[in-house]
T-cell receptor, first 115, second 112 residues
Framework: KAGVTQTPRYLIKTRGQQVTLSCSPISGHRSVSWYQQTPGQGLQFLFEYFSETQRNKGNFPGRFSGRQFSNSRSEMNVSTLELGDSALYLC??????????????FGNGTRLTVT | QKEVEQNSGPLSVPEGAIASLNCTYSDRVSQSFFWYRQYSGKSPELIMSIYSNGDKEDGRFTAQLNKASQYVSLLIRDSQPSDSATYLCAVNGGGSNYKLTFGKGTLLTVNP
Protein backbone atom coordinates (compact mmCIF):
# COMPACT_ATOMS: atom_id res chain seq x y z
CA LYS A 1 0.00 0.00 0.00
CA ALA A 2 1.43 3.36 -0.95
CA GLY A 3 2.07 5.74 1.90
CA VAL A 4 1.13 9.38 2.31
CA THR A 5 2.53 11.44 -0.54
CA GLN A 6 3.36 15.10 -0.17
CA THR A 7 4.45 17.46 -2.91
CA PRO A 8 6.65 19.32 -3.36
CA ARG A 9 9.42 18.14 -1.02
CA TYR A 10 11.15 21.51 -0.93
CA LEU A 11 10.00 25.07 -1.54
CA ILE A 12 11.76 28.40 -1.35
CA LYS A 13 9.55 31.48 -1.34
CA THR A 14 9.95 35.13 -0.52
CA ARG A 15 8.02 37.11 2.06
CA GLY A 16 4.59 38.18 0.91
CA GLN A 17 4.15 35.35 -1.56
CA GLN A 18 1.67 32.52 -1.15
CA VAL A 19 2.20 28.80 -1.35
CA THR A 20 0.08 25.69 -1.85
CA LEU A 21 1.12 22.29 -0.55
CA SER A 22 -0.44 19.02 -1.63
CA CYS A 23 -1.09 15.75 0.15
CA SER A 24 -2.42 12.39 -1.06
CA PRO A 25 -3.45 10.11 1.81
CA ILE A 26 -3.09 6.36 2.06
CA SER A 27 -5.68 4.70 -0.11
CA GLY A 28 -8.92 4.31 1.83
CA HIS A 29 -8.03 6.89 4.47
CA ARG A 30 -10.51 9.74 4.62
CA SER A 31 -9.03 11.77 7.48
CA VAL A 32 -6.16 14.12 6.65
CA SER A 33 -4.33 16.24 9.20
CA TRP A 34 -1.71 18.93 8.74
CA TYR A 35 1.07 19.82 11.16
CA GLN A 36 3.81 22.42 11.23
CA GLN A 37 7.12 21.33 12.72
CA THR A 38 9.80 23.77 13.86
CA PRO A 39 12.81 23.18 16.13
CA GLY A 40 11.45 25.48 18.81
CA GLN A 41 7.77 24.55 18.85
CA GLY A 42 7.80 20.94 17.78
CA LEU A 43 4.76 19.57 15.99
CA GLN A 44 1.88 22.04 15.97
CA PHE A 45 -1.58 21.03 14.74
CA LEU A 46 -2.93 23.08 11.85
CA PHE A 47 -6.21 21.42 10.85
CA GLU A 48 -7.96 18.14 10.16
CA TYR A 49 -10.33 17.23 7.35
CA PHE A 50 -12.70 14.33 6.87
CA SER A 51 -14.95 13.87 3.86
CA GLU A 52 -14.23 17.40 2.67
CA THR A 53 -15.18 18.94 6.05
CA GLN A 54 -12.80 20.67 8.42
CA ARG A 55 -13.48 19.15 11.81
CA ASN A 56 -10.78 20.82 13.86
CA LYS A 57 -8.44 23.77 13.55
CA GLY A 58 -5.34 24.73 15.50
CA ASN A 59 -4.26 28.14 16.71
CA PHE A 60 -2.83 29.54 13.51
CA PRO A 61 -3.71 32.80 11.79
CA GLY A 62 -6.22 32.93 8.98
CA ARG A 63 -3.36 33.04 6.47
CA PHE A 64 -3.25 29.29 6.87
CA SER A 65 -6.08 27.52 5.14
CA GLY A 66 -6.82 24.11 3.73
CA ARG A 67 -9.28 22.03 1.87
CA GLN A 68 -10.01 18.44 1.04
CA PHE A 69 -11.32 17.05 -2.20
CA SER A 70 -13.80 14.26 -2.82
CA ASN A 71 -10.96 11.79 -3.44
CA SER A 72 -9.56 12.66 0.05
CA ARG A 73 -6.56 14.48 -1.37
CA SER A 74 -5.86 17.67 0.55
CA GLU A 75 -4.15 20.98 0.02
CA MET A 76 -3.04 23.65 2.41
CA ASN A 77 -2.37 27.23 1.47
CA VAL A 78 -0.37 29.88 3.23
CA SER A 79 -0.86 33.44 2.03
CA THR A 80 1.31 36.49 2.65
CA LEU A 81 4.26 34.41 3.77
CA GLU A 82 6.34 35.53 6.74
CA LEU A 83 9.86 34.50 7.70
CA GLY A 84 8.42 32.62 10.69
CA ASP A 85 6.48 30.34 8.37
CA SER A 86 9.70 28.55 7.47
CA ALA A 87 9.12 25.02 8.71
CA LEU A 88 8.54 21.42 7.82
CA TYR A 89 4.89 20.92 6.95
CA LEU A 90 3.67 17.41 7.56
CA CYS A 91 0.53 15.80 6.29
CA UNK A 92 -0.85 12.67 7.94
CA UNK A 93 -3.76 10.41 7.20
CA UNK A 94 -5.71 7.99 9.35
CA UNK A 95 -8.23 5.28 8.69
CA UNK A 96 -11.75 4.66 9.83
CA UNK A 97 -13.51 7.76 11.02
CA UNK A 98 -10.21 9.34 12.06
CA UNK A 99 -11.45 9.26 15.62
CA UNK A 100 -9.56 8.89 18.87
CA UNK A 101 -8.16 5.39 18.36
CA UNK A 102 -6.76 5.95 14.90
CA UNK A 103 -3.03 6.60 14.67
CA UNK A 104 -1.64 9.05 12.16
CA UNK A 105 0.56 7.99 9.26
CA PHE A 106 2.83 10.78 8.12
CA GLY A 107 4.11 11.77 4.72
CA ASN A 108 7.70 12.86 4.11
CA GLY A 109 6.80 16.49 4.53
CA THR A 110 7.36 19.69 2.59
CA ARG A 111 10.29 21.82 3.72
CA LEU A 112 9.30 25.46 3.23
CA THR A 113 11.92 28.18 3.42
CA VAL A 114 10.79 31.80 3.37
CA THR A 115 13.46 34.39 2.55
CA GLN B 1 -4.34 24.48 27.04
CA LYS B 2 -3.97 20.73 26.72
CA GLU B 3 -0.30 19.84 27.01
CA VAL B 4 2.00 16.91 26.54
CA GLU B 5 5.32 17.14 28.32
CA GLN B 6 8.51 15.20 27.66
CA ASN B 7 12.08 15.55 28.85
CA SER B 8 13.95 17.05 25.91
CA GLY B 9 17.08 15.08 26.66
CA PRO B 10 19.39 14.23 25.24
CA LEU B 11 19.16 10.82 26.82
CA SER B 12 22.31 8.84 26.28
CA VAL B 13 22.50 5.08 26.91
CA PRO B 14 25.09 2.43 26.02
CA GLU B 15 24.31 -0.21 23.45
CA GLY B 16 22.39 -3.11 24.99
CA ALA B 17 20.95 -1.05 27.85
CA ILE B 18 17.32 -0.19 28.53
CA ALA B 19 16.22 3.28 27.46
CA SER B 20 13.30 4.77 29.36
CA LEU B 21 11.33 7.63 27.86
CA ASN B 22 8.62 9.43 29.79
CA CYS B 23 5.63 11.58 28.98
CA THR B 24 2.94 13.33 31.01
CA TYR B 25 -0.29 14.84 29.71
CA SER B 26 -2.73 17.33 31.13
CA ASP B 27 -6.09 16.34 29.62
CA ARG B 28 -7.69 13.83 31.97
CA VAL B 29 -10.14 12.59 29.36
CA SER B 30 -7.41 11.57 26.90
CA GLN B 31 -8.12 8.15 25.48
CA SER B 32 -5.39 7.21 23.03
CA PHE B 33 -1.63 7.42 23.35
CA PHE B 34 1.05 6.95 20.73
CA TRP B 35 4.81 6.87 20.48
CA TYR B 36 6.47 8.02 17.29
CA ARG B 37 10.12 7.84 16.30
CA GLN B 38 11.65 10.55 14.14
CA TYR B 39 15.08 10.26 12.63
CA SER B 40 16.88 13.46 11.79
CA GLY B 41 15.54 14.88 8.53
CA LYS B 42 12.74 12.32 8.34
CA SER B 43 9.05 12.30 9.20
CA PRO B 44 7.62 10.68 12.35
CA GLU B 45 6.83 6.97 12.19
CA LEU B 46 4.48 5.15 14.52
CA ILE B 47 6.10 2.74 16.98
CA MET B 48 3.42 1.95 19.52
CA SER B 49 -0.15 2.74 20.42
CA ILE B 50 -1.73 2.12 23.83
CA TYR B 51 -5.29 2.72 24.96
CA SER B 52 -5.74 1.08 28.37
CA ASN B 53 -3.84 1.09 31.63
CA GLY B 54 -0.93 -1.30 31.93
CA ASP B 55 1.84 -2.51 29.69
CA LYS B 56 1.87 -3.30 25.99
CA GLU B 57 4.86 -5.08 24.49
CA ASP B 58 5.96 -5.23 20.86
CA GLY B 59 9.37 -6.74 20.30
CA ARG B 60 11.98 -4.69 22.11
CA PHE B 61 9.46 -1.92 22.85
CA THR B 62 7.11 -1.71 25.84
CA ALA B 63 4.61 1.08 26.32
CA GLN B 64 3.22 1.72 29.79
CA LEU B 65 0.12 3.75 30.58
CA ASN B 66 -1.14 5.04 33.92
CA LYS B 67 -4.22 7.19 33.39
CA ALA B 68 -4.60 8.00 37.09
CA SER B 69 -1.14 9.58 37.08
CA GLN B 70 -1.57 10.90 33.52
CA TYR B 71 1.68 9.27 32.58
CA VAL B 72 2.84 7.20 29.64
CA SER B 73 6.27 5.76 29.05
CA LEU B 74 8.23 3.84 26.45
CA LEU B 75 10.92 1.31 27.32
CA ILE B 76 13.39 0.17 24.69
CA ARG B 77 15.22 -3.01 25.67
CA ASP B 78 18.59 -4.02 24.22
CA SER B 79 19.04 -0.54 22.74
CA GLN B 80 20.82 -0.37 19.40
CA PRO B 81 22.64 2.54 17.74
CA SER B 82 19.88 2.45 15.12
CA ASP B 83 17.43 3.45 17.87
CA SER B 84 19.12 6.85 18.08
CA ALA B 85 16.36 9.28 17.18
CA THR B 86 13.86 11.70 18.66
CA TYR B 87 10.90 10.00 20.30
CA LEU B 88 7.60 11.84 20.25
CA CYS B 89 4.73 11.18 22.61
CA ALA B 90 1.28 11.95 21.18
CA VAL B 91 -2.07 12.08 22.91
CA ASN B 92 -5.55 12.13 21.45
CA GLY B 93 -8.14 13.83 23.59
CA GLY B 94 -11.49 12.52 24.55
CA GLY B 95 -14.62 13.39 22.71
CA SER B 96 -14.33 14.33 19.10
CA ASN B 97 -11.52 16.81 18.79
CA TYR B 98 -9.88 14.71 16.07
CA LYS B 99 -6.32 15.73 16.66
CA LEU B 100 -3.14 14.45 18.21
CA THR B 101 -1.22 16.71 20.56
CA PHE B 102 2.50 16.02 20.47
CA GLY B 103 5.21 16.52 23.03
CA LYS B 104 8.36 18.22 21.84
CA GLY B 105 10.21 14.93 21.87
CA THR B 106 13.14 13.32 23.64
CA LEU B 107 16.41 12.90 21.76
CA LEU B 108 17.85 9.44 22.41
CA THR B 109 21.45 8.58 21.63
CA VAL B 110 22.61 4.96 21.87
CA ASN B 111 26.39 4.73 22.08
CA PRO B 112 28.15 1.68 20.58
Amino acid sequence: KAGVTQTPRYLIKTRGQQVTLSCSPISGHRSVSWYQQTPGQGLQFLFEYFSETQRNKGNFPGRFSGRQFSNSRSEMNVSTLELGDSALYLCASSGGSGAVNSPLHFGNGTRLTVT
Amino acid sequence: QKEVEQNSGPLSVPEGAIASLNCTYSDRVSQSFFWYRQYSGKSPELIMSIYSNGDKEDGRFTAQLNKASQYVSLLIRDSQPSDSATYLCAVNGGGSNYKLTFGKGTLLTVNP
